[in-house]
Each structure stands twice: as C-alpha cells, then as structure tokens.
C-alpha cells in the first residue's frame, strides 16, 4: 500500500505528529498480515485539527466559487493519477474484491466533481413583502462540520460525506474508520495537499478503537464544530444524533438497514435472480443497503430459489486482487462471528441452509437461507455479511407487510412486470428509497441519500447535502415602506 506515514495526521495545511507519538496497525482482512502503521490521535490532537479548520472557514466561505470548485476539481484529476493507490487501499485494508474497488475510485472522483457543480446550488429565495422589502432567504454555510465514515465503502463514504459540504464553503474535519483509515481519509489528505487547498479547509484525524469514544466526542461537542455528517452502525449514530441534538447542531446521520428485494408473481425472474445475487453478494453483504430479505411470491418461489442458488454457487471467493475472487474476506473477527451467530441461530430454529454456511479464516461462504421466521435473529437484525433469507408471502398484500415488518426503513427493491404495480408497492414501503426492476443497492452523488426508522435521518448527496450542511437566513432591505404604530414615531419637530 502506498502509504508511510506512521505517527502523522494531517490538519493545518500539513503532516504532524501526534501528541502521544503513538501508532495502531492496520490489518489486511485477506491474509491477516499487518499492511500499515497507522498514527493514533486523542483528544488533544483532534482540538487542534478543529482550531485549523475553525481558522480557515471565514476565507474559505469567502473565495470565490469558481476557486473552491476549483480545488475539488484539482482534487478529482489527481486522484485519477492515484487511481491505483486508492483501488490497492480498498482491497488491502478493507477486503474489497478488486472489481468493486475500481468501482469505487471512479465513482468517488465522479462524487468530487458532482460536488464541485455544487458551488452554484447554494440557492436562497426571493419573497413577497408585505412591506415592500427587499426579503431574501439566503444560505450560509455552517461553519465546521465534522464527518465520521465506515469501512465498508470508506473512500466513497468518506467522499460523500464531506465533499458538498466542503464545496460550498464549510471546511472538514474527517476521521475515518479505524479499519480502513488510508482509503478512508489518509489518501484524501494528500490528495488535497497536492492539490494546494488553503491550510485548515480539510483535516483528516486517525485514531484506533481505543481513542474513538475521546476523539468522536468531541468532533460533536467542541463548541466550534456547527454540524456533523455520520455513516455507520446505527447504535453509533443514534448517539450522535442525541448528543448532537442536545447541542442544537445539525447532525445527518446514515446508518444500516435490513433492506428487501421483493419479488412479485409477474416478475421477469431472470432479472430478479440477478438482482438478488448482486444486491445480497456485492462485498460480501456488507453494504447498508445489501438484500438482507429476498420476499417472494408463492408463485414463482421454486423457480426463483432454484435458479437463485444455481446462480450463487457460481460466485468465486478466493483472492481479493483476482478478478475471480468476487467474495472477499468479511472485515474482522467481530463480524464474521456476528454473521456465523445469525446463521447458527437460525439453522438451530429450523432454517434449511440452502448453500453456503460455512467460512475458512475471514472468508464466508455466500449462503442462502430458506424457512426463516420471526422467531430468528436473522429475520430482524441486520446481518452485514454475505447470507440472505429467502421468505415466501402469499401475495402482493403479504409481500408489503413482511418487508414493513423492521426496524430500519433504508432501500428497497422490487421485481414485476407491471410499472403500476411496481410504483404502488414502492409509495407503500416505509424506505427512504425503493428502486422498481432493480436491487435496493443504488446510489448516485446528486440524488436524495438516506433512509427512515432505525436507518437514518437527513439525506446526503447533490441539493440534499446543501439543504443538510447549510443554514437559511432570513434579510431583508427597507426601502421606507415599513410603518411602525404612531406612538413609537419621533414626532415631527
Ligand atoms: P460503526 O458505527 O462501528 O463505525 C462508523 C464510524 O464511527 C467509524 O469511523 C468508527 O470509528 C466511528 N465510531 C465508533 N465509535 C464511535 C464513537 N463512540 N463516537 C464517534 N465515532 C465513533 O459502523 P461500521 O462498522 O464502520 O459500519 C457498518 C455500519 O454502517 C452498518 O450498520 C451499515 O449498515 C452502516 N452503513 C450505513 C450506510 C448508509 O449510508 N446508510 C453506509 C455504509 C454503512
């Protein structure tokens, strides 16, 4: 991995040590060998990561839009020279199968150039007065905001997180996952120190599990710090979005899910099995947004299942760095052994495991389940690995029910033939997206991002992520049409 700064983070405009000079490592999923040293902030160090890009928001705001789109776009043109650095840091620390990691460079520097064009969406109004003023709602860019992202898309998450935020005139404070911090932040730091950013505009703070409570407490509570963008697990994000709360600061917090893909009695099944197969398997399962329940109809089910696990026990699993390897290592230990659990629980309570099962180091098989009831763990928690449920409804009416039937409420998808049909069960599910035809897997970086319940709450991306990281004021102008009552008049001398 192209990476060698051990003890450094970067905020101010340059790489300093940490206070404590201490270090963490950075393990490769694949082979469980060491691939970085990787610094290890605390609390005095993020302080003052904060104080820089408290510094450097006023001149920041302040440029001109064409400069800061400029940056962004300075930013995306060298990560495409870098390409190859960002897509071996995917695969290294976070397990990713090469495919999804190329995948996921290009659609990050797409993210940053979409961001850019954001500069000129920072859209107020004009409104009637009943005065005659000139009365305008205008947006201010909040000030700090502070991003924390996950492991599993790292770069892409870290990217969306701060990146129209950024472009419209706050500056950042990222700290990413201690599972991947070099795809996740490090990387981008340098990206942005090539590209010549003004110093303190992005800061990037890396810091293992011991130092995460200390350093993420403060990325919400220090008083500088006007809004915060989370992606992760949704016990973290609720208590973000609490503490956040309780400080009155914006906080759009994206968090998991248990996403169905439904498939109805008139669905082109061919399209449904793909679907299936990559909405479950992509990474291993391990997307927010992964089929967590395939909810099919009795009419199709036996075709549907059959032809679904012909499909899956196609999936090569192996090395990651070989195009073949499409099923790569889940994350660590901690996961795999949540995944097996489920699994466990659920073979135990009667579920028919209809292939896979079984793991060899982090490597678990893709595994399709069949007979899985309420009473299972898998039924209601989100797994985050590569096994999928498939639970048969009688119709269209039960298919709705059961796929409402969660805590989360992040994407969807459903499989017909018929747009009218397809288009009633998408209004009716409780999501903050469903996708007609396709898995619920889906993300573009200029469309409303974001679930409902336990998946989350704001939306991310395009005009969503100025709305979320922006403040509206209200100025008006009198130009002498305002009348106050005659007592409070100067009397005419
Ligand atoms: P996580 O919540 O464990 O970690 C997310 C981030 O929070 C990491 O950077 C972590 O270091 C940090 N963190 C941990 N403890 C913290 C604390 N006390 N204060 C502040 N920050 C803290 O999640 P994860 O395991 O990295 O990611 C997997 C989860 O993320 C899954 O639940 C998945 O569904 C969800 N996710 C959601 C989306 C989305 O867009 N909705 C996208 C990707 C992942």
């Not at 500069?119 to 009943?130: A, D, K």
């Not at 500056?171 to 911090?181: A, G, M, N």
């Not at 763990?377 to 449920?389: A, H, M, N, R």
């Not at 889906?442 to 319940?453: I, L, Q, Y």
Request: glycine share 10%; proline share 4%.
């Amino acid at each position: 991995m192209n990476f060698d700064k051990s003890s450094q983070i970067f905020y101010q405009g340059r790489w300093n040590e940490v206070i404590s000079g201490q270090s963490f490592d950075d393990f490769n999923p694949a082979n469980g060998e060491r691939c970085a040293q990787i610094a290890d902030a605390n609390l005095e160090d993020v302080k003052l990561a904060i104080a820089a890009a408290a510094n450097a928001r006023l001149s920041w705001a302040g440029m001109a839009h064409t400069r800061r789109a400029g940056f962004l776009l300075q930013a995306a043109d060298i990560m495409e020279q870098r390409k190859q650095d960002f897509v071996d840091a995917l695969v290294e620390e976070g397990g990713s199968w090469i495919g999804k990691a190329i995948f996921e460079t290009g659609y990050a520097i797409e993210a940053l150039r979409t961001a850019a064009a954001m500069v000129f969406h920072m859209n107020g109004e004009i409104m009637p007065s009943e005065h005659g003023k000139l009365s305008m709602a205008v947006r201010q860019p909040l000030g700090v905001i502070s991003v924390i992202s996950p492991w599993n898309f790292p770069l892409l998450l870290s990217v969306r997180g701060f990146s129209v935020a950024m472009a419209i005139g706050n500056t950042i404070v990222l700290k990413p996952s201690e599972e991947t911090p070099v795809a996740g932040g490090l990387l981008l730091a340098e990206v942005f120190e090539a590209a010549g950013l003004p110093d303190g505009v992005f800061n990037v703070v890396s810091c293992s599990r011991d130092h995460v409570a200390e350093v993420g407490d403060e990325m919400v509570s220090n008083p500088a710090v006007k809004g915060i963008s989370f992606t992760g697990s949704t016990a973290i994000g609720k208590a973000i979005a609490a503490k956040a709360g309780g400080l009155l600061k914006k906080a759009c917090v994206e968090l998991g899910g248990k996403d169905a893909l439904i498939i109805l009695d008139d669905a082109d099944i061919e399209r449904a099995v793909n679907a299936a197969t990559f909405g479950a398997f992509m990474h291993q399962g391990q997307i927010c947004m992964s089929v967590e329940r395939i909810i099919v109809d009795q009419a199709v089910a036996e075709e549907f299942t059959r032809r679904l696990v012909a499909n899956v026990n196609t999936l090569g699993s192996g090395d990651p760095t070989s195009m073949g390897g499409v099923i790569g290592p889940l994350i660590n230990e901690k996961q795999l052994k949540n995944v097996h659990a489920q699994v466990t629980d659920a073979v135990e309570k009667g579920a028919t495991v209809l292939t896979g099962g079984k793991y060899q180091g982090l490597f678990y098989e893709p595994t399709v389940l069949a007979d899985v009831n309420p009473s299972m763990k898998i039924y209601y928690e989100e797994t985050f690995g590569p096994v999928v449920p498939v639970i048969i409804v009688a119709d269209m009416e039960q298919a709705i029910e059961v796929a409402n039937d969660s805590e989360y409420g992040l994407s969807a998808g459903i499989i017909t033939r018929d747009e009218e049909r397809g288009m009633e069960v998408a209004r009716r599910l409780e999501t903050g997206m469903a996708h007609i035809n396709d898995s619920p897997v889906n993300d573009e970086a200029h469309v409303p991002f974001g679930g409902v319940k336990n998946s989350g709450m704001g939306r991310q991306n395009g005009k969503s992520s100025v709305e979320a990281f922006s403040e509206l004021r209200w100025i008006t102008l009198d130009r002498g049409g305002r009348q106050y009552p005659p007592p409070f008049n100067e009397t005419a001398a």
